[in-house]
């Protein structure tokens, strides 16, 4: 897959393409199935499929401050994207300029001057344009005046919810993992690099752990203890008890993700590492003593083991 930041660097050569375009933050099963209909078409016009997405997310400069937190890196959406079968994937800056474009000068800088696009999938409720002016059906009567076929898709669920990012998060913030994975086809990722903690996990306690530091707006589950997988990028993946809080029995106040890793001795420090959250364990709580604490993470770590296992 080839990817290119801005609208005006696609590449000279590039010739006919069937488009999608999004945040696809997340890129969960709604986003996949999108997608995947934008690469169908493209083989089936002997065109290219290009996604087009947004960095930074438009509410950051439409709204400052409202942004929603975030589900996925844009090198880790770029990853997911290209495992689709996607030919090219084009990251347009969202800036106030951009914004501010009509409905039609965005289809025409967009969609027509560089990437030659002969049909555009979108989701159902798809908006575009200064103001979100634009809708589905203006796209596909301007698609007659540029001459591009317009795809609509119904959004995608189950019998009970839609999937959809505001969704994911959703389950996220209440440390529904399990959900969210189910929404996503995978497990929810937060990605850090590894820095100096505490030191109780290994000296008090017996657990060395490794502690995240991450984007300060990437969404963290709910606290509490997850069973999950550690990997360094580009390696193996490792069986995880991951703790995510504010340590109340040693009184803390700042809120971390740290992860005991099962059977792995390596020294990580400073290096990117992921965290996939599979399932919750149980809820964050506070004891009066060492001793039960350990316990509990004794159990913390059956568990984890038993549920990965599976």
């Not at 199935?33 to 400069?61: M, N």
């Not at 020294?267 to 001793?291: G, K, S």
Request: hydrophobic share 40%; with cysteine.
């Amino acid at each position: 897959m080839e990817r290119w930041r801005g609208i005006t660097e696609t590449p000279p050569r590039w010739g006919r393409s069937a488009v999608t375009i999004g945040v696809f933050d997340g890129v969960h099963r709604g986003h996949q199935h999108i997608i995947g209909r934008a690469v169908d078409s493209a083989r089936r016009l002997d065109a290219s499929s290009v996604v087009v997405t947004f960095d930074p997310h438009p509410a950051e400069v439409v709204r400052p401050g409202s942004q929603p937190l975030r589900l996925s890196t844009l090198d880790r959406r770029a990853e997911l994207i290209s495992q689709l079968g996607v030919d090219g994937l084009c990251v347009q800056p969202f800036t106030k300029d951009f914004s501010r474009l009509s409905p039609e000068a965005f289809v025409h800088d967009l969609l027509v001057d560089r990437l030659h696009t002969a049909h555009v999938v979108v989701g159902e409720n798809f908006r575009f344009g200064h103001k979100a002016a634009g809708d589905v059906a203006l796209l596909e009567k301007l698609g007659q005046t540029f001459g591009f076929t317009t795809e609509p898709v119904a959004l995608s669920g189950s019998q009970s919810m839609v999937y959809s990012s505001t969704y994911v998060r959703s389950c996220v913030d209440a440390g529904d993992v399990a959900s969210a994975a189910q929404a996503l086809g995978r497990p929810h990722r937060v990605s850090g690099t590894v820095v100096h903690g505490a030191d109780r996990g290994g000296s008090r306690l017996g657990f060395p752990t490794a502690n995240l530091s991450h984007d300060p707006y990437a969404a963290v589950p709910a606290d509490g203890v997850y069973a999950g997988w550690f990997s360094c990028q580009g390696g193996p993946s490792h069986m995880a008890a991951i703790s995510v809080g504010t340590n109340p029995t040693f009184a803390g106040t700042e809120r971390s993700v740290e992860a005991y890793v099962l059977d792995f001795s390596d020294d990580v420090y400073d290096r990117e590492v992921n965290l996939d959250f599979v399932a919750r364990v149980r809820e964050q709580r506070t004891y009066d003593a060492i001793e039960p604490l350990i316990e509990q993470m004794h159990a913390d770590v059956a568990q984890t083991r038993k549920l990965l296992s599976a």
